[in-house]
């Protein structure tokens, strides 16, 4: 069940300008985390800093390690 944190997370998304596809995707990127929200909210975080707003762009991110930072040291951490 949603909290006020989650509806509050997704509200600044939306005035990030992201479209619910880029959020959805975010959210596929984040199954099977501890904290789901926490880790779309980073992968959010880093597209928006870096200008990726458009599901085109998203392989050229992950190329280009544009989502690095917390989710990249966990997923080192999960493969150790």
């Known amino acids: 069940r949603p909290t006020d944190w989650d509806r509050n997370n997704l509200k600044t998304w939306r005035e990030w300008n992201f479209s619910d596809e880029m959020i959805l995707e975010a959210g596929r990127l984040s199954v099977g985390k501890s904290n789901p929200f926490a880790y779309m909210n980073s992968i959010l975080g880093n597209w ?33």
């Open 48 to 80: 928006k800093n870096k200008e990726v707003f458009s599901p085109n762009m998203i392989n050229s991110a992950l190329l280009f390690g544009w989502t690095k930072g917390k989710q990249q040291q966990e997923e080192r951490n999960d493969e150790e």
